[in-house]
């Protein structure tokens, strides 16, 4: 079952290769965020349909609270689940407008794109976890990419 995603997956990264705005040393810019969020959300969803879960929607306060964080772990200098004013995932979604429940938030640093980096969660089991909850119903996703060409990505799932 999970196969037909891994292939899909692969051909979308093909693609994504062919124009994607990481690796050959070009920046993001705010052209390439509704392309990525679209993308990403279809890649989520396609695996979410071969695990029998409902599809998630982009969450505009959800993706706000994702783009918060990722700016602040790049000014932290480590990918991890707390602001620097020690403020959790729920507490930043909170902030940003978002009424529901948090299902879990995924991290990464580095130079990926987002289906890579996507990819890279489907190979652990907490983070598919989080990507595969039958409770999501939101989905958010951010990204800063610091002076150096680093990206620091947040994926925030919500109820």
């Known amino acids: 079952m999970f196969r037909p995603f891994l292939a899909a997956l692969a051909v979308l990264l093909a693609l994504s ?3 994607s705005s990481q690796g050959g040393g070009k920046r993001l810019t705010q052209a390439d965020v509704n392309p990525i969020r679209l ?3 279809d890649a989520v969803n396609a695996v979410r349909a071969e695990h029998g879960a409902q599809p998630v929607q982009l969450s505009a306060e959800l993706n706000a609270a994702a783009e918060t964080h990722a700016r602040d772990m790049s000014v932290q200098k480590r990918a991890w689940h707390f602001g620097s004013d020690l403020t959790s995932p729920r507490e930043r979604a909170f902030r940003a407008g978002y009424r529901g429940e948090i299902v879990g938030e995924n991290l990464s640093e580095g130079s990926d794109s987002d289906l890579t980096v996507l990819q890279s969660w489907l ?3 907490d983070t598919r976890a989080v990507i595969l909850d039958p409770a999501a119903r939101g989905l958010g996703i951010g990204w800063y990419e610091d002076a150096t060409g680093k990206i620091w990505w947040v994926q925030l ?3």
């Open 17 to 19: 290769a062919c124009e």
């Open 123 to 125: 190979g652990y089991s």
């Open 39 to 41: 993308r990403h959300l």
């Open 157 to 159: 799932l919500g109820e």
